[in-house]
């Protein structure tokens, strides 16, 4: 329950922040995400900080930064307001990625990720019900196939992530996390036609070498524990 409620308030503000911000900008303030797992996971789990951990996650942000901070003008009111959204959206779905790793190690993947869809919804039909709420915006009988896709790819997310925090310390995947980026460019340029600039190419690098140095350090993990 207190996961889910994290959930639908990480999703809240991020699509807040999105009104208020570009994407690019969005995104990239909401990946200091990552970055505040390891200190939650030793706080709350416990778990020991490493510092090879921390160091990719330092060198994906700073792919992230490289590729998406394009960020420039006067900090209007309306810009505050998105900044404060997106900082809030990335601390609250770092919680819900520790929360998510406490009861991964104790419940089935497929329960979790059930419960992970299913509070976010009640808590946001119930917000809903508020007075002064405008209501649900119905969608065009033709968007649904994209909405039952969009939600078919969201519950294998789910199903995902649950099940690898079962098998591996919060830490350990943060670098993983950074590696939408490069997706999202490739699909980008693919989909709608979007260049691929070099920011974007040197960033997706030093995102990429983090994902591939951390990888490496956890086979020599498994290596070694099976010794």
Known sequence: LARGVVIAAS???FFFAVTRLTLAETITIFFVAPLLVPPLAAVLLKERMEARSVVASVIGFAGVVVAGATATGTVSPERVQGIGSALLSAL???LATILLRARAERDDATA???????VPA??????????GWRGPVRPDTGDLPAFAAAGLCGALILWLFARAFAVQEAQHLVPFEYSALPWLALFGFLFFDE?????TLAGAALIILAC????????????????
Do not use: E, F, I, K
Request: net charge positive; proline share 2%.
């Open 212 to 227: 591939a140095w951390q990888a490496g350090q956890l086979g020599r993990l498994r290596a070694g524990r099976a010794r």
């Open 92 to 94: 609250t779905y770092a």
């Open 195 to 199: 260049q691929l600039a070099w920011r």
């Open 122 to 131: 009640l808590v946001l039909l119930a917000a809903m019900a508020l007075p």
């Open 112 to 118: 979790v990720s059930l419960l992970g869809a299913l």
């Open 11 to 13: 999703a809240v503000t």
